[in-house]
Each structure stands twice: as C-alpha cells, then as structure tokens.
C-alpha cells in the first residue's frame, strides 16, 4: 500500500489492474488517498451517500428503464453504456442524472429511440451524418466510429452530424479514437445555457471541448470540459442537494451574479472565466468555435435557436463534429513524447504539496480505481431515492446495492 500511496501522491499514472490488486484488502486507506486530496474527487461514506452499486447493475437498470419504454435494446444498451461511464468516471452530473431527460424525450415521442443514423454526404476524409433524431449516444456512435474508419484509411476522419441529441458526456467518443491509437476529438452544441460576455440572457450552449490522445502503456490524456464556467449538471446536483453554488457560476434574470442553485436555474451560466474582467470572453469564444463546428457546419439549429433545456416540445436537432487523427502521418513517436510530457507535468514541484500537479484524465482514472476496489459506484440518497422512484413509475427493477 506504500507503495501506491507515492505514485498517487506524486500523481504517477497507476495501472487500474495494480490499484485493484495492491487496494483488494485496503479500501479505507485508499478512500482516505482518494478523499484527502480535491484532485481525486470522489465519494465518501456519509450518512448522504449510498453502498455501493456494481456497474453492471447500474447498466441494467437503465437499459431496463429504456427498453420499458419500446427502445430497443441494442440502443438502450448504447445510452447505458455511457451514462454509466459518466459516473463511473466521477461526472455524476452526466450519468444516472440524465436519465429522466432521455425518458422523457422517449415518452412524449419527441426523440426516435429506434431511429438509425444515415450518411447524407461522404467525401474522402469528410461525411455528413443525419442523425434521424435518435438518441444521442446512438448518432455519437455511429459518427465516431465513422470518423475512426476514415482516419485509419486517409489519416483524417472529420464527420459532422445534424438531427440528433443530447449525447451524454463528450469524452466517451474522445476516448474510442483514443482507445486505437488515434488522437480523438468531439464537440456538441446544447440549449442556450451560457450568457455572452456583457448579456444578460442565454445565446449558446455549454459547448464542451474534448480531446483524447494515446501515451505508452495505455495512459492517455482525457481533456472533457465545458465552455462554460461549470456545465448545466453541476448546478442541477447543487440543487438536488440543497446546496449552493460558489461565486461565478451563474447569473440572475438581472445580470447578476448569484450563489443560489434555484436561481441559477433560471438565469444563466456564466462563460469560462466567467465576468469579463476574468477573460470570460475566451470562454465565449471557444463557446462561438464549438457552434461552427457543430450546427453551423452540420446545418443544425444553433445557438439562440435551440430548444430551450428540458424542453420536450420540439426536436432538439442538435448539431455535433466527430474528429479521429492518425498520429502515425506526422513525427514518429507520438505517444512516447506524450508520456514524456505527462510525466514531466505529473513530476512537478506543487505549489501546494497536498494538491499535486496532475494531467486531464487523472481524476478520473482514480475514481474509476475506487469504484472498482469498493465493487460499484456510490451515489448520493437523492439520487437513489430519485431511480427507486424512476423505477417504480417505469416498472423496473430498482438498482440492487451491495450490502
């Protein structure tokens, strides 16, 4: 245990195969490296957290809440498999936390949970995906893994894609490209959420930018982020648990800026950086360049002109880019100069030596570490109280805990 408490500490990549092996017998120790510190964000046993949830049982129960509703199961399969990635990864806010949304996309028939994506246009490197208005996951699959083939075979696989919907955490399709030895990228417009620098009201989405790249020994950098100061999920969880929200957040209806989760809710998201003075306007920006790759590109509706969030009433038509690079057309040795870097990063004096200096992805592999040594996924009691109920409504079984 010594000796994965100082790779942890010095935020050396650990192998997960390791961390199971060395942690099997020592679950509190590594809770207490995991909690200790802010990088390793994660769960802890208190009185608001649940036992733990086996992934496999996490999956069940939302490929069962989707096919209760006639989607069929290879595509709820497919949702499943990435809202569970989310909080397996530690992005509660993109996991169990998002289901009721796609059920009630599916329920009002405002979204086509059977529907098949198709190519409207393909040229070389380059495709135009029309989504048909399937699931998000579903259109996200079907584009990456498009865009995967033609870098493998041109070096390059830019696929755009229109009609489509929420797709769930962007790094889930970074990390397939990643995953063959590819640099992956992928970006999604959403529902107005996020103010211009100097407005008041909601023009664009929370944007996210991802990229994934392959190092030695299976370590990759993992890059997910919104283009706003905190993505729309993390103040719904605030809410959920009565909490606020800190400073920079969010505004009010005037333009202000508010620490309450309610009001956040119904204001709007502050971009990354958030006031002007703190360069929000290079969030702006990146928020803008996320738009012209996504419903601009892909003749989606864009920015102001997408359905409110949570909004049933009409598609969403969502615009989204799938982006796979073959790193084997430029400089050979790729992924040793990208463990290079990470290691050098990772190795660097901290300036707070209990928060050490890690590399996007880091967080993430630690959560995922602790999951798999406690055998499943902790949620918080509202959330569990919030899937019993889900269940209870859909038929379903609720989620068996391990006791």
Request: glycine share 8%; hydrophobic share 40%.
């Amino acid at each position: 245990m010594a000796h994965i408490r100082r790779l942890l500490l010095k935020c050396q990549t650990v192998p997960i195969s390791t961390i199971q092996r060395m942690t099997a017998n020592n679950v509190d120790q590594f809770r207490e490296i995991s909690t200790s510190r802010e990088v390793w964000a994660t769960t802890s046993q208190d009185e608001f957290t649940s036992s733990p949830v086996p992934v496999a049982e996490v999956k069940r129960y939302a490929t069962d809440c989707m096919v209760s509703l006639g989607v069929k199961t290879d595509h709820a399969s497919a949702l499943a498999d990435v809202l569970v990635a989310a909080d397996y990864r530690g992005h509660y806010s993109h996991g169990l936390n998002r289901l009721e949304m796609y059920v009630q996309d599916i329920s009002t028939k405002i979204c086509d949970g059977n529907a098949i994506p198709t190519i409207e246009k393909d040229k070389y490197s380059t495709a135009l995906v029309n989504g048909q208005n399937s699931l998000g996951p579903v259109v996200g699959n079907f584009c990456m893994n498009l865009a995967i083939e033609k870098a493998k075979k041109f070096g390059v696989g830019w696929v755009t894609a229109n009609n489509s919907n929420h797709y769930g955490i962007a790094g889930w399709y970074s990390i397939m490209a990643a995953n063959q030895g590819l640099m992956g990228l992928s970006f999604t417009s959403t529902s107005p959420l996020v103010a211009p620098s100097r407005a008041k009201k909601a023009a664009l989405g929370t944007n996210p930018i991802t990229l994934a790249a392959p190092a030695l020994n299976g370590d990759q950098f993992v890059l997910d982020m919104a283009t706003c100061t905190v993505a729309v999920g993390k103040i719904e969880l605030q809410r959920r648990k009565g909490l606020p929200i800190p400073e920079g957040w969010a505004i009010d209806n005037d333009g202000k800026i508010t620490t309450s989760a309610d009001v956040a809710m119904k204001g709007c998201l502050m971009p990354l950086g958030g006031a002007e003075q703190t360069s929000g306007y290079k969030g702006y920006g990146l928020a803008a360049l996320v738009e012209i790759f996504c419903g601009i590109s892909a003749g989606a509706t864009y920015g102001p002109n997408i359905r409110r969030w949570m909004d049933t009433k009409r598609k969403a038509n969502l615009g989204q880019c799938f982006i796979a690079i073959d790193p084997e057309c430029f400089a050979p040795g790729f992924e040793t100069r990208m463990s290079d870097l990470m290691s050098y990063l990772r190795h660097m004096e901290p300036a707070d030596p209990s928060k050490p200096v890690i590399v996007a992805g880091d967080p993430e592999r630690a959560h995922m570490a602790l999951v798999d040594s406690e055998g499943g996924i902790r949620y918080h009691v509202n959330q569990i109280s919030a899937s019993a109920s889900l269940a209870q409504k859909l038929n379903v079984n609720q989620m068996e805990h391990i006791a």
